[in-house]
């Protein structure tokens, strides 16, 4: 199967965000993003602060967190922020924004969660159409104060998602390149929904859930791969596992070995 540029020499001709990504992996040493998905703020805070040091980024569900008050949520965000430039990863808000350019504006920046201010990378569903990009576009570029990026969802790891059907693929895939001062990459099982109809890989991140060495699904629905599937056979970047570190006895060492596994595969696949 073939090979695929280093990490560090996508970086050169990268944007900001993925510059900024790219170089902190080369430099940590890894392809890991870890999905918090507790509900306790604390317990959130304490388990990013010790597997920190193993991961490229940290995703998020905010809406699932039980705060307690508006502030209580300003202290989270700032304190993952004061997290993130501690051990140097990049915050995902897993947001799913899903409706028409204007709304998903006020969902992006507004409410209680001001989402902009602290998450470096979002992600959108294709489904509204290009709206959707550049509604969350023009807040990106014109409000936020550092570079930001947005995924598009082009597949999902969940048993009979409709990512498969017809055109919906390669419409999610004309958005991306349409719009590449906002479009960073895709949420998909690998690099194949761009590499099959060009050669501008390169320019995107390619991020996978459902990674778990244990287990090979729940009860509803997900579906999942090994790392070394993943980044080495199906050329996604990323691998994110939630339940696979957080619900571990140690998740620290158990960081440590989706890092391991996950980077390994990157090197083997990487031309020199
Ligand atoms: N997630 C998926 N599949 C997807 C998308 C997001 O699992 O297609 I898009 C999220 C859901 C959860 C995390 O927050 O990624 C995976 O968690 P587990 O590793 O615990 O299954």
């Given at each position: 199967s073939a090979q695929t540029r280093s990490y560090a020499s996508r970086a050169e001709k990268a944007n900001p965000i993925l510059k900024k990504l790219f170089g902190l992996m080369e430099e940590k040493k890894t392809n890991l993003c870890v999905?918090?998905?507790?509900?306790?703020p604390s317990k959130i805070l304490d388990i990013i602060d010790k597997v920190g040091p193993k991961v490229c980024m940290v995703k998020t569900h905010i809406d699932i967190i039980s705060f307690s008050s508006v502030d209580a949520i300003r202290s989270f965000t700032a304190s993952l922020t004061a997290l993130s430039q501690k051990h140097n990863f990049l915050i995902f808000e897993d947001r799913k924004f899903a409706d028409i350019g204007s709304t998903v504006q006020h969902q992006y920046r507004g409410g209680v969660y001001n989402i902009v201010e602290w998450a470096h990378i979002t992600n959108a569903h294709?489904?509204?159409?290009p709206g959707i990009v550049t509604g969350l576009g023009e807040v990106m570029l014109k409000e936020a104060k550092e570079p930001r990026g947005l995924l598009l969802l082009a597949e999902m790891s969940s048993a009979g998602n409709l990512s498969t059907e017809g055109a919906y693929r390669a419409k999610t895939l004309q958005m991306a390149r349409d719009h590449k001062d906002i479009v960073c990459g895709f949420i998909a099982m690998g690099n194949q929904i761009v590499t099959e109809s060009g050669d501008d890989s390169d320019d995107f991140i390619f991020m996978t859930p459902g990674v778990n060495l244990a287990d090979k699904g729940d009860a509803h629905g997900q579906q999942y791969q090994s790392p070394e599937f993943v980044i080495?056979?199906?050329?996604?970047?990323i691998i994110i596992v939630g339940r696979g570190i957080i619900?571990?006895?140690?998740p620290v060492a158990v960081a440590e070995k989706y890092r391991a596994a996950g980077w390994e595969a990157y090197e083997k696949r990487t031309v020199a």
């Open positions: 999905s918090v998905d507790y509900t306790d294709s489904f509204p159409g080495g056979e199906k050329k996604s970047d619900k571990a006895e140690d």
